[in-house]
């Protein structure tokens, strides 16, 4: 699967939009990017996947470039409880026995 | 939307002895699960991924002697750690792997923290 590259870490007023940016260059045409997060001391949390058309659910919006190589993951009123780490992950849809590989993440903190 | 429960939450328990994790999906079935683990201020790693029925495949450097999965069911899988040592403490997570023609999207308990003292 490709590989992806998120920033560390990041801040966000709480009330704002998050914008958590994620790069994934060497993304195939038949991988889906997903998106999960870990509150602390919890398991990863299904937020949303896409494949190239723009995605929105009642957790976020899922922005993913004509090119696919780069997609912004969005929320658009962050709360305190939206502070987590952030996982962007590249992956083949209906790979079967394929899991999710976990990088570093970006750790969103979200400030009152 | 789907639910995945794991017990106990957390354990502790002395070195040499064997802790049962036990991972439950509630609302939807699996054939595909996976058991990862997590060390303080680290990411997931994958220790193994199992089929209903089948015996697991192990993640290089994961001994499948020590950590025994039993898949016994489609909503339904446990992990033992047998024999225990400090070095075994960490935070174990299970996920289960909603697939088909729509949905292919894998759904994580909420971890178990296990502490070997």
């Known amino acids: 699967d490709a590989k992806t590259t998120q920033p560390p870490s990041m801040d966000c007023a709480e009330g704002r939009a998050a914008n958590l940016p994620c790069n994934h260059s060497t993304i195939s045409g038949n991988e889906y990017v997903y998106w999960y997060r870990q509150i602390h001391s919890q398991g990863p949390q299904y937020i949303i996947h896409?494949?190239?058309n723009n995605e929105t659910n009642e957790m976020a919006s899922l922005i993913i470039t004509e090119d696919r190589k780069s997609s912004t993951l969005i929320l658009p009123h962050a709360t305190l409880r939206d502070t987590a780490v952030y996982y962007c992950i590249v992956r083949v849809f209906n790979s079967g026995n394929t899991p999710l590989v976990f990088g570093k993440g970006t750790r969103l903190s979200v400030i009152a | 939307g789907a639910v995945v429960s794991q017990h106990p939450s957390w354990v502790i328990c002395k070195s040499g002895t064997s802790v049962k994790i036990e991972c439950r999906s509630l609302?939807?079935?699996?054939?595909?699960m996976f058991w990862y683990r997590q060390f303080p201020k680290q990411s997931l790693m994958l220790m193994a991924t199992?089929?209903?029925?089948?015996?697991?495949?192990?993640e290089q450097g994961v001994e499948k002697d020590k950590f025994l999965i039993n898949h016994a069911s489609l909503t339904l899988s446990t992990l033992t750690v047998t024999s225990a040592h400090p070095e075994d403490s960490s935070f174990y997570i299970c996920s289960f792997l909603a697939g088909g023609l729509i949905t292919d999207t894998q759904y994580f308990g909420p971890g178990t923290r296990l502490t070997v003292l």
């Open positions: 896409g494949l190239k």
């Open positions: 199992s089929n209903e029925g089948s015996k697991a495949t192990y």
């Open positions: 609302d939807f079935q699996a054939t595909t």
